[in-house]
């Protein structure tokens, strides 16, 4: 039985179940990953739901004060709840976190349109957003943080995640009014492009 995608089905002679066979109920996306047939990818799991991002391995590239710009490299981490997706871990899935997720397969779900802000490009996102890797999580540490930890069937919720390596330019707001003695701030914004989603910075220490 892979991820609740297949059901029993008794075959009976006299009112007396002899025999059964696996039925299938749903889409496989991978081994102990599937999806039901009515998943429909181009609708949330829920109203706004919450999209918890981590921002690793951030480098200034370059600093343009004339054109007032900062050139930056960062991956991004994007994981939120996914209530229709249905996981089925094994011992070896969870040493190693979760289950890949291969890209094509992660075409078949919901996934949030994030932007930066403010950049000074208008390409299209696979111009300067790599996908490194998309997972289902077997940790429930998502779970607890979004409040969907309080029973069984909340707890059962998978997360998913996906992997960006993100190379970007963004405008900035530079004032040299106290040059030579400034110190500037650019702002470096992330978030839903149609605003169907939240997004809440998230480390160990907290959500913000």
């Given at each position: 039985?892979?991820?609740?995608?297949?059901?029993?089905?008794?075959?009976?002679?006299?009112?007396?179940?002899?025999?059964?066979?696996?039925?299938?109920?749903?889409?496989?996306?991978?081994?102990?990953?599937?999806?039901?047939?009515?998943?429909?990818?181009?609708?949330?799991?829920?109203?706004?739901?919450?999209?918890?991002?981590?921002?690793?391995?951030?480098?200034?590239?370059?600093?343009?004060?004339?054109?007032?710009?900062?050139?930056?490299?960062?991956?991004?981490?994007?994981?939120?709840?996914?209530?229709?997706?249905?996981?089925?871990?094994?011992?070896?899935?969870?040493?190693?976190?979760?289950?890949?997720?291969?890209?094509?397969?992660?075409?078949?779900?919901?996934?949030?349109?994030?932007?930066?802000?403010?950049?000074?490009?208008?390409?299209?996102?696979?111009?300067?957003?790599?996908?490194?890797?998309?997972?289902?999580?077997?940790?429930?540490?998502i779970n607890h943080v979004d409040g969907k930890s309080n029973n069984q069937y909340e707890l059962s919720m998978?997360?998913?995640?996906?992997?960006?390596?993100?190379?970007?330019?963004?405008?900035?707001?530079?004032?040299?009014?106290?040059?030579?003695?400034?110190?500037?701030?650019?702002?470096?914004?992330?978030?839903?492009?149609?605003?169907?989603?939240?997004?809440?910075?998230?480390?160990?220490?907290?959500?913000?």
């Amino acid at each position: 039985m892979e991820a609740g995608c297949k059901k029993e089905e008794w075959e009976y002679e006299n009112g007396t179940a002899i025999r059964y066979h696996w039925n299938s109920t749903g889409k496989l996306l991978e081994t102990g990953v599937c999806i039901q047939n009515d998943y429909d990818s181009n609708f949330a799991p829920e109203n706004e739901p919450t999209v918890y991002i981590t921002i690793e391995y951030q480098r200034v590239r370059d600093v343009d004060p004339k054109a007032q710009t900062l050139s930056i490299d960062f991956t991004l981490v994007m994981r939120w709840i996914d209530s229709r997706v249905n996981a089925r871990f094994s011992l070896q899935n969870r040493k190693r976190g979760g289950i890949l997720i291969r890209k094509k397969a992660m075409e078949e779900l919901w996934i949030p349109d994030f932007q930066v802000w403010n950049r000074t490009s208008l390409k299209i996102e696979k111009e300067w957003a790599n996908l490194i890797s998309s997972k289902v999580l077997s940790s429930k540490e998502i779970n607890h943080v979004d409040g969907k930890s309080n029973n069984q069937y909340e707890l059962s919720m998978p997360t998913m995640e996906m992997k960006y390596e993100i190379k970007t330019k963004v405008y900035c707001n530079f004032s040299y009014a106290n040059y030579p003695m400034d110190n500037q701030t650019c702002d470096v914004g992330l978030g839903s492009a149609s605003f169907e989603s939240t997004f809440a910075l998230y480390d160990k220490q907290g959500v913000y």
